[in-house]
């Protein structure tokens, strides 16, 4: 229900942003473009989120939200860059464009690299908003190449793209690279178990998911996988294993003593003790 609140809150939100940074709108005639910006924001986000919906139900009966949510997210993010001034057919190409982008982003940071980006920021902001400036150039009204402009146009949103990433790797390498060095960047895997929640705020954030006995079971199975594959060097746990209970039990032992893990039963609580 979160989720899904934030994501219309999300949707809402962009049609005044887009509608009003496509031009100042001080004239009558700029609302032309106003008008513009609200009609691809639109099409482009159900497009979108129509796409992912339907590849997940394709291939997996059982439907995720957070998908459908990102997907609509994602075509919000790649109309962005030419909202005010493209058809409204080329902003549902690009809605239904930014799916796909979006899903394969997403599997590949998540499950290729095994990269912690459990909310798919990377897929829905970077991948999309890439994807998205480049067809600025390939469907724009007044140099896209698909109304026999060139490719003067394109050439310039791959000039962009290029400027930004190299800014943004470079800030992002200096400003994360000294915090890590000074601060550090993660929490240690005992505090990822119990929940940043409850350690630094002293509340659960979501009272209502309380671990019924089954989940604690879950996470307890989901814990020893994370110390024994800590202890053998492999160091990655799917977060989808431990929400489906996939995750398999291995006895562990670690110098002289084995490990056994205690679950509160009130909070997502779970800790190693050596024994």
Not at 124 to 145: C, P, Q, R, W
Not at 172 to 180: D, L
Request: with cysteine; charged share 15%.
């Amino acid at each position: 229900v979160l989720v899904t609140l934030g994501g219309l809150m999300l949707f809402m939100g962009w049609f005044p942003f887009n509608a009003s940074s496509g031009s100042n709108i001080s004239q009558p005639e700029d609302l032309v473009f106003a008008a513009r910006g609200m009609i691809s924001t639109l099409l482009a986000g159900s497009a979108a989120g129509t796409m992912v919906t339907v590849y997940r139900m394709w291939f997996n009966p059982v439907q995720d939200i957070q998908t459908t949510i990102n997907g609509i997210l994602a075509g919000l993010v790649a109309v962005t860059a030419s909202c005010a001034n493209i058809d409204p057919w080329a902003a549902l190409v690009i809605g239904f464009g930014a799916g796909p982008v979006y899903l394969f982003t997403s599997y590949t940071v998540l499950y290729r690299f095994h990269i912690d980006d459990p909310l798919n920021v990377f897929a829905v902001h970077a991948a999309s908003g890439i994807y998205g400036v480049l067809m600025a150039g390939v469907f724009d009204l007044d140099g896209g190449i698909v109304y026999g402009k060139g490719i003067d146009q394109f050439l310039v949103q791959l000039e962009g793209i290029a400027v930004l990433s190299a800014w943004s790797l470079v800030t992002s390498a200096v400003a994360f690279g000294t915090i890590g060095r000074l601060f550090g960047l993660r929490a240690s895997e005992h505090d990822q178990l119990v929940g940043l929640d409850l350690l630094y705020h002293r509340k659960n954030a979501y009272p209502e998911s309380d671990l019924t006995a089954s989940r604690q079971a879950q996470y307890t199975r989901a814990a020893k996988e994370l110390l024994h594959r800590r202890n053998n060097n492999r160091g990655y746990l799917d977060d989808s294993s431990i929400h489906s209970g996939r995750t398999s039990v291995h006895s562990t032992r670690a110098g002289a003593g084995s490990q056994r893990f205690v679950v509160n039963n009130a909070n997502l609580t779970a800790k190693a003790i050596e024994e």
